[in-house]
């Protein structure tokens, strides 16, 4: 296999040249990290999961209308996605305190929003992707207003569709991350979802036990992370149902 050249790597994922201009070849590793990488270790298995799981949302987003980079998987730890350029923020919906938002404004965890609250974090991790203000976006020239009504109404059709899925296989959605770019189609600009939506990115908790099933397992030392991202999987039917958590899982082709 020739070489292929790289393009960014982040914590979670590498992004290659694709093999037509206009697409990434993105690449899905083990790594696990937490607190700003502070924290990390590598998860045999987890960029099999994320991929797949990835890959599944992406999908079913499409089938609703969402626009989003992914155009297909490649194996199964790689897919082929559009090019973007990215918004350099976080867009995070949360539907029930927990994280950070619990903390800053002393709430108790799982307490139930009165509606999703949209929140944006400017992408940088040396500054620990600080929480900013739409006069901050608006200021420094990250967004304008239409891109943040775009991004907005995109990130809660997406808590719609995450949340009614989730629930139907006893998972609440608790919160989650996405982030957005920016596609030219002739002179006309439109925003599309990018990068991942998987365990890595949402907050999710059983809602008969509460146990934690996202990368608040290996934040918070409370198991095994391949086994919790292996349930969420075998719950969604990416896996088999009879499956059993394990390290390396045999995925449904």
């Not at 201009?21 to 690449?27: A, E, R």
């Not at 934040?219 to 390396?248: F, I, S």
Request: proline letters at 4%; charged letters at 30%.
């Amino acid at each position: 296999m020739a070489r292929r050249k790289k393009v960014y790597e982040g914590k979670a994922k590498i992004l290659y040249e694709g093999p037509e201009p206009g697409t990434y070849v993105q690449y899905f590793k083990d790594d696990a990290t937490a607190f700003n990488a502070e924290k990390r270790d590598v998860i045999e298995g987890k960029g099999v999961l994320n991929n797949r799981l990835s890959e599944f949302f992406m999908t079913g987003l499409g089938a609703i209308g969402v626009p989003t980079h992914f155009l297909k998987r490649l194996n199964m730890r790689e897919q082929l996605v559009r090019q973007v350029e990215i918004i350099p923020l976080e867009v995070i919906v949360r539907n029930l305190a927990a994280g950070t938002l619990a903390t800053r404004l002393g709430l108790e965890e799982g307490s139930t929003l009165p509606r999703p609250i949209v929140e944006f974090c400017l992408k940088d991790d040396k500054l620990g992707d600080p929480l900013v203000s739409e006069e901050h976006i608006f200021a420094f020239g990250w967004a304008s207003q239409q891109d943040l009504d775009d991004m907005v109404a995109l990130a809660l059709r997406v808590n719609d569709f995450m949340s009614g899925l989730m629930y139907g296989v006893g998972i609440k959605l608790v919160d989650f991350k996405i982030e957005i770019g920016r596609v030219w189609d002739g002179d006309f600009q439109r925003l599309i979802v990018a990068d991942e939506i998987s365990p890595d990115s949402c907050r999710l908790w059983d809602i008969e036990t509460g146990q934690k099933l996202d990368k608040d397992v290996f934040r918070r030392d409370l198991g095994d992370l391949a086994d919790a991202y292996t349930e969420v999987a075998r719950r969604l039917g990416v896996l088999p149902a009879n499956a059993t958590p394990m390290t390396r899982p045999t995925l449904i082709n």
